[in-house]
């Protein structure tokens, strides 16, 4: 199997099924643990020996009528499909589920979630907010040790300092390749589709870090080699897929229609953390802490005092050269939503261009996207 | 030069034979029903009938609307959006705002003096904000689309439709209409709503005159007239505008057309 | 129990009185934040969940919180053109009303029902119950570059309540770490001996408030602790720590006592007691509440007056010797910071020692913080309970959400089964 | 008293028809009657009232009490009271299949789902919040739009072997959607079963809501098309009660209701109007 195949089979077994999860955990009789997008201190988990297995939605694979009778229609899908997941037992072979702040909606699936599952353990993790409060660091650092107890009470398995560092590496290789990734598409993006390049993100949200590394080690080196040649297509900039994430469907509607994607949000919750250092004689829990705290990049899930958006969105756009900004939201989003009100208010006052539309984890009909972005072509390179 | 420009909708369809890309030869129109290449092949073949001319004659297809892709003779395919605001442009030369109001959904856009869209935006899914509401609400009321208009133009007081949700507001008029409220009343009702929704798209690409409406509802006075009152200005109007989306695919077409010989020879 | 069989024909009236008290401190309220600027005070937004508005008391800065302003524009029909404003600017449909309106308010040029309202001098992001918050405040940042000073707090995870200690201790320290702050935009010293004196009064007004709120205990209950409440939690929010907040309470509760004595309540009758779940439909108040008066219900408990704080738990209690401690308490406890288990179970409990017949669950579309769960909360009861409980949708501000016919039909439904299980026939 | 029997009449003035049902004094049903309630309310539910006495051939004097239900029930002037379509479809569902005890009516406006006892009284009931409303009136509209008939809507969707799925939960999008699936080169019957089977699912959701017990009866003017109950029937893995009176359940019940009504209150002085 090449890489993508590797990474395609993870993905299209993470809608439903978990197969490779339940084989995972047969072979090395370790437990797993679920989370809820957008960030998730994977290395923690890892340390104790659980397999992080990124919970994302069914992407339309099933019907959601049991959900549909535990919460509202206005409700975003991904929340609606991991429940209904949790009801028909598909998760399962999850020990623990874990959720952060990062909504009203997420927070509230949380405690009903707990309320409808026996075996699994379902935690919530306070991600700080106040990045300027001298407690924040500590308070995360507390926070780590209470999941830690968690995972540890479910897992059976006590943090231990050392192999916790040795996790954080693997994960900032991981972070180094996936960004090494996002560069060449910012660069030559004819060379490797947006939705291979997807593939591999989602897939390292699946996948033992173990087995990830090096076939993403390949994909990348094997990436770098095609040559490829430029079509006439705009260069956008997506933003607002950080959580429910788009289904493939549309992002090849989307790159059809005339559009390099050359920096996005998908996934950014496992991208975000960059390189977290360690220098020699530095605790690493509290090194993972201020690596969330202090980082400068923004979220839409988070506030951060200090920090512009607005200023952070424009540079995006110039560094990448794009011709326009794509605000890709999912539908009922609400910080989605009010993200792409204060971005779009910048970016007029630039006249960059942008455009906005909706999604649906679980649609299967993307013809009012690609109408929408084919307009968005069609307006920049029409004359 | 003779190109042809298709407009299959959602609802309706529509087909414009253009000569060297200023003269309307022949236009045809009809619903699109579900079998959409079926509904292109006799529109484009009626136009030619209309016109004396045979498909032999076409130099170029240009393909707009929803079924764009269901008619594979086509050398070229653009979105409604473009090819509305090109129509619009070609019809009256002065257009900053053009607004191109279907049966699902309605979109505005702004452009430059060639007609290019420089912003635009379509209604929000969520909301009764295309031609379709009023569709269905001639269809409860048991007027045909066509006495619509006119009747709702007879209105002396409209009730206000709060709703914005598309099912919700569909509630509200039968409910209306179970309370024997005027019917005119609740017909102009339904068109203000509309407008409404539609008023809050254009505002947000920026309103600058001469706007133009193009599509379906420009043979709706009563929308027209509601939405002129709303804007406090006069819309561009011509029985043309309907056929707005096929006009600039035909236009774009022959712009092609022009820059393809021009490289050829 | 007795019905009220007395003899004198007592008018409802006599016992209505705290509503308008109400009024008046709310209009004094209104009077005093519209007139700030001149007076050269500072405004600081806050939200109503979980504020620290003792706080501001001892910075003389004046609080506006934009969901009562935005209720109060609703309540009198002015939140349309504020919400079509806000939809200009971008703000989707889907997106919280009192975040529309509240962005539409501090727009230049922007007159509400309510007047015109001042711009803030600080926005005090007390992150508590709801994440909107933060996005509301990053906006209102954005457009009147106001500073934000951030009070995060932690979500009561644990399904017992209970609260790690590391919670309190981040919530206090911020709130300390926030004095210096305050005395850089107020120009104000802090206050040590003031703080707790507003703490004191405050702890004074939470006591008498849940005596109020308990009185619904009783049958017949003597007020609507829905309908009738959603006034006498004003004070609690708007006025804490000070006098007339306790003399207000004290009223009230007065009333109450006496409209229990004399058998008068807000109803003809008491046919059916009802616990509510859900922020209530304010543009269509009355007509709202008229669907179920006219079957002669009464509320006897509910959460939504619970946003001001929950003090008919015991969560929390004001501490002036423990000012900023039991303030953080105050802030981790509010409703909606509270993990869906442990309201379903208040919920429950509500239903049990108020001795109610059913729950009403209303589910506006623009408050995922309450709503999201809520058919969950359905479940529950009436699966696993086997109470009667009615799920309506509409909005809280905005009327586009609400069709009274489809309204009633449910509500009409609902109290048809409700004859039926107390054994009386139809409707 | 004379010898003549008498008669109780249910009218259910729903949004799209006006139904009447008129049983004895045993509760046994004697006949029905059905049109399009149109644009007068008042005029429908009286042509109904009208018809439905004329096919029986019973006088209006022989009518002991009336009631009304269905959304226009506030209009209809001639009744004595009105009771809510829940309650009616309940009852009538009830007296149709005694052993039902979860009930589905699919109307024109809404679809709700009820839990009923024994007795065929209401327990617990669900009604669909807008986003999800899977109604009749959207079949009837995607018919319109494609121009077929509603029998060759249900028709040709049983002849569809690779439904489409339609994945929007709201009726407006989903109308788009079907339209894209057909854009995109999709068979027609599969379009059609795509909408029914996710007009399906939603309303097994709202099943779930009240908790789905056998026997489930399938009421209201959806229960008269064929590729709706199938639907339901594959998804749900069991049989559903359906028969040509479903349609005017909401009418018998309350037809039903306006007898219990009348023997509590005889005596007492009410008569018909
Ligand atoms: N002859 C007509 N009279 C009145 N209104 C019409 C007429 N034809 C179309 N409309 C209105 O215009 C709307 C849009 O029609 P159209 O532009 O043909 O839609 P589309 O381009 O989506 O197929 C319809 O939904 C209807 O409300
Ligand atoms: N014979 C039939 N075949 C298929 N569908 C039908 C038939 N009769 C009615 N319907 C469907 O039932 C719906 C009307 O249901 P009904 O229960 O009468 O609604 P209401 O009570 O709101 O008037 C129509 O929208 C239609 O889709
Ligand atoms: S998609 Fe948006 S609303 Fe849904 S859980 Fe994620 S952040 Fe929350
Ligand atoms: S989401 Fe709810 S709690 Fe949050 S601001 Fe809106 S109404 Fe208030
Ligand atoms: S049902 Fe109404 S509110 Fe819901 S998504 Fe559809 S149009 Fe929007």
Known sequence: MTPEETFSKYVEDSYTTFQTVKEWKQASGRPAVGYFPVYFPSELAHAMGFLPVGLLGASGKIPLDRATAHTQSFVCSISRSVFQLVLQGNLDAMEAIVFSNICDVARNLSGITQRNVQRTRIEYLHLPINNTSQTAVPYLRSEYERLANTLFEVGGVRLDTEKLRESVELYNRKRALEAELGMLRGSRPWALSYSSYYSTLRAGTLMPIESYLPLLERFVEEAKQVEGKAMDKIRVVVLGTFCEQPPLGILKAMEDAGCYIVQDEGLVGERWLGRIPLPQGKDPLTALAEGYVSNPNVLTVRYHPGLDKQQRILEKAREQKAEGVVFLTPKFCEPALYDYVIGKSALDKEKIPYLHIEYEESASSFEHARTMVETFAESILFD | MITAGLDIGTRNSRAILLEDGTKILAKARSPTGYDMTKVAQELLASALASAGLTRADIDYVAVTGFGRYRYEERDLSVTEITAAARGAKFLFPRTTCVLDVGAGNARASKVDEKGKIVKFRSTEKCAAGGGGFLEKIAFYSQVGLESLGPLALTSKNPVAISTVCSVLAESEVINLITQEVPLEDILMGANQSVVGRVYLTLKQVGINPEVTLTGGLVENPAFVKAFETKLGSKLNSSPDLYYAAALGAAYLGHRRLLKRKGVGA | MAEAASSAPLSFDNFDKAKRMQGELTKRYFQRLLTAKEQGRKVGYAFVMANPIELFNVFDIVPLYPEITSLNISYRGGAPPLISLSEEMGYSTDACGYVKMGVASVTEGTSTSIGVLPKPDVLLLTFSGCQIYIHWWEQLHYQTGAEVLVVDVPYVRERDGKVPSHDVKYVASQLEESIPQLERVSGKKFREEEFRETMRLSAEAWDLWRKCIEMGKLTPCPMDAYFEAIYYMAPITIARGTQECVDFYRFLLDELNARAEHGVGPTKKEEYRLVYEGVPNYPFFKNFWGLFREHNARGVAATYPKVAGMIDTDSFRINPDRPFESLAEYMIHAYCNWNMPMRTDLIEKYVRDYRADGVVIHSIKSCRSFSMGQGDIREHLAKDLDIPTLLIESDHVDPRYYSEAQTRNRVDAFFETLALRKGGGGN | ?273
């Not at chain 4, 959207?138 to 002849?159: H, P």
């Not at chain 4, 056998?214 to 028969?243: A, Y």
């Not at chain 4, 479903?246 to 018998?252: D, I, K, S, V």
């Open chain 4, 1 to 273: 008293m004379q010898a003549l029997r008498t008669y109780f009449a249910g009218i259910d003035a729903g949004s799209t028809y006006t139904k009447g049902a008129l049983v004895d004094d045993r509760g046994a049903l004697v006949e029905t009657t059905v049109d399009m309630t149109g644009i007068n309310i008042v005029t429908a539910t009286k042509k109904a009232y009208a018809q439905l006495l004329e096919k029986a051939g019973v006088s209006e004097g022989q009518v002991a009490y009336v009631i009304g239900t269905g959304y226009g029930r506030y209009r209809i002037t001639f009744g004595n009271t009105q009771v809510t379509e829940i309650s009616c479809h309940a009852k009538g569902a009830h007296a149709l299949f005694p052993g039902t005890r979860t009930v589905l009516d699919m109307g024109g406006q809404d679809t709700k789902a009820i839990r009923v006892n024994d007795r065929g009284e209401v327990v617990d009931f669900c009604m669909n919040d807008k986003c999800a409303a899977g109604t009749g009136r959207f079949i009837e509209g995607s018919a319109r739009v494609l121009g077929l008939s509603l029998k060759q809507v249900g028709t040709l969707s049983m002849n569809s072997s690779n439904p489409v799925k339609v994945s929007s939960t709201c009726a407006v999008f989903a109308e788009t959607e079907t339209q894209e699936q057909l854009a995109w080169g999709n068979k027609l019957e599969d379009v059609l079963y795509g909408i029914h089977v996710s007009i399906a699912t939603r309303s097994i959701g709202l099943l779930r809501r009240v908790g789905i017990d056998p026997e489930i009866t399938f009421t209201g003017g959806v229960s008269q098309n064929p590729g709706m109950i199938r639907c339901l029937e594959e998804q749900l893995g069991q049989k559903l009660n359906t028969s040509p009176l479903t349609n005017f359940c909401g009418a018998l019940g309350a037809a039903l209701f306006a007898r219990e009504k009348y023997e509590n209150t005889t005596g007492t002085g009410r008569s018909a109007a």
